[in-house]
């Protein structure tokens, strides 16, 4: 290992949280630790926070080895996130000025932050100032989104966590939906604006023990209300419950999400993002009064991003690297990029860790490839379940404490 | 262990299913089994399906100790279910003549049923016009229900699991809410009718790592708009992220649920029960138009009833030996009778089993006392926390294929 010898660092969490959002952060810790760094501060609500100089000395927090193990099984972020969005710098230059200032004042020679494309365009930004100032700091961005939408690397850390749950929690569902022998139908609503990623997890749940949902609509796609009735038609000929699984994001030709039907006004965050949702309560009643049959929405919400008590061990392992290898570019002089996951194998499946320059990743969005899609747009193809199932294998076991996991915490 | 020699016995499940329901049913088959039983039958979709003659013969489908293991870990009801009303004898005796003549075709002596206090009420009226018509048919009910909520016992088995479930999803939901530094309200929505059991769980998760939930409404107390909105204010003086935890079956002092507010019409089951849900999603949005901040609502619906993928230890035991404990009241010539737990000690925690005459249990809800009720109707007191925590403690590994946990299924 190459010694960062007494260079500080900083560490911030951005974006919505993941189950395995901390173990990249942990992963930063102890590689920048081992590396021989004097303080490994940490953001407090990421770069919102730094600006208004709200920050850790991480070893504060993170005090020993059961410390780092007890933070890689803490759900959402650690250090607190946010959502904000970098004005550019020739808009106003203040704000650069006044966060490499602090930057400065801390000493801290290595910048990394962890989040999805919009975090990256922090750091493609962050990264393009220090360059222009002729500042020294690096800036490196850890990948993390559960919604799997991050160009360049094949997954993204807190994917694969997601995708289990999603998987088990619709075989749950499913085995409690059909322990009735009434007719019902049942739509699950899970996360995803343009991104299928999560709700094509869905059918991962299918197994030998598990027929999976039945049809699975994902924003790919335009949502087509007559089509839609009739596969469900279809599918009532020959069984009587019937699960979906909807991409909270689905939208109609016109361009209109389906959760708008049912809402006077939809709320955007600091990046102009629709808070979406309803999708699925609004399409068990408008089955409900189509067809007649008890009609149940299920939403995942933010359970499905928060489910660090069965997590993908594959998944936090990588997170992990992930954050352990944003150290080591760092340390090779490296900035403006992003670690990135490459797939050497699917079987058996191995991953080897790269880079590339953040501006290929920073607000793309990549989206399930279209051959992987069923032509009718209702389900999703063999070819993704190849991709998706090595993400969701094994497990880690929370540290129980009066019969619930426990979990790291700053007061 | 007394022989029942070839005697055939015969087992069903109904009402709502729960992630400890299978592990009754197995304790039943096995130590049936184990007593030299020739069949164990098992109804399919409880005394619905035995009227139409729907069962299968158990051996089928659990051929061996692997599979009894796998049947403990799998949720909902391996059986299927039903929510059927048994008309009283003197209204309709021939639907008693219909089951009798086919527990008598099936040379069936023992009649085992894993129910809540609509189920006991069928155990009830079967082992009444037994004896009326002099057969020697038992009939005993083993007691199953999330909602806690059947009279004598001390608690249900069903009920550990699904307070572990909702005590560890609200602790990771209030920490990914924490994420944040921007003032959020959610609320959280339980399942619970008449009795707050569940909702009250969600106090557990409060620890040394967790504040839990800073108010929890349970139905026992009536819901005063204006008294939660006062709360709601006094709470936002020192804190900025607030999470709520509210049954779905609060109602104002009209006596209506607060979910009504929400809709135009109210189903109801056979049993003349609402169907409830939406109480959450109204209260989030009465929150957002009342204080203009971000007001999310979660609603755990079926994943709290059949998350067996982290069951309580003690809980998935317990329904065992209840279902057991069935098989030996009625060797014992018992019926009319429902398995009973009492505790005898709380520290350490010890329970004994028993019996009770099931017309004490039939139809009676057994609500959360008083005085585990704070003053104020916003939170459970010390004495339930107490009372509860030994119910949580303690997991089972699933058994994970393809990275998800394995259940076992009737085709």
């Known amino acids: 290992m190459i010694k960062i010898g007494c260079a500080n660092v900083i560490v911030g969490q951005s974006g919505g949280p993941t189950s395995v959002i901390n173990s990249s952060l942990a992963g930063v810790f102890k590689t920048a630790k081992d590396a021989g760094c004097r303080h490994i501060f940490g953001m407090r609500n990421g770069i919102e926070g730094l600006l208004e100089e709200r920050y850790v000395d991480l070893s504060d927090h993170v005090k020993n080895d059961l410390d780092i193990e007890l933070l890689k099984r803490t759900p959402s972020s650690f250090l607190g996130t946010c959502r904000f969005k970098l004005p550019d710098a020739c808009e106003n230059e203040e704000v650069y000025q006044r966060l490499f200032k602090i930057l400065n004042n801390l000493d801290v020679k290595h910048f990394f932050y962890i989040g999805g494309n919009d975090s990256m365009d922090t750091i493609k930004k962050l990264s393009h100032y220090a360059k222009k100032i002729k500042s020294d700091i690096t800036f490196i961005g850890i990948p993390k989104t559960i919604d799997n939408d991050l160009s360049v690397t094949d997954h993204t850390p807190g994917y694969g966590s997601a995708a289990k749950y999603i998987a088990m ?159 080591r570019l760092a340390l090779e002089g490296k900035t403006g990029k992003m670690v990135t996951f490459e797939r050497t194998s699917n079987m058996p499946y191995q991953i080897i860790t790269s880079s590339c320059d953040v501006d290929l990743v920073a607000n793309v969005e990549k989206v399930v490839p279209d051959e992987w899609i069923t032509d009718d747009g209702t389900y999703v193809s063999k070819k993704f379940v190849e991709y998706a199932r090595p993400l969701i294998i094994g497990e880690l076991s929370p540290f129980m404490v009066d019969g619930l996991p426990r979990h790291l915490f700053i007061d």
Not at 198 to 203: F, Q, Y
Not at 286 to 297: D, N, P, Y
């Open 169 to 327: 929690a619709m075989k749950e569902i499913i085995r409690d939906a059909t322990a009735y022998s009434k007719p019902s139908i049942t739509v699950v609503e899970i996360m995803g604006r343009n991104a299928g990623w999560l709700t094509a997890a869905s059918a991962l749940s299918r197994a030998e023990d598990c027929h999976g949902p039945d049809l699975i609509y994902l924003p790919e796609r335009v949502f087509d209300y007559d089509k839609f009735m009739s596969k469900i038609r279809d599918i009532q000929k020959y069984k009587s419950v019937v699960t979906i699984a909807v991409s909270e994001g689905i939208r109609t030709s016109d361009g209109k999400y389906v959760c708008e039907s049912n809402k006077q006004k939809v709320v955007e965050d600091a990046f102009g993002h629709k808070y979406l949702g309803g999708t699925g309560l609004y399409l068990a009643d408008f089955l409900a009064s189509q067809t007649g049959i008890k009609s149940r929405g299920i939403v995942f919400s933010t359970l499905q991003r928060c489910a660090s008590h069965m997590v993908s061990r594959r998944d936090i392992t990588e997170a992990f690297v992930a954050g352990s290898d944003a150290v």
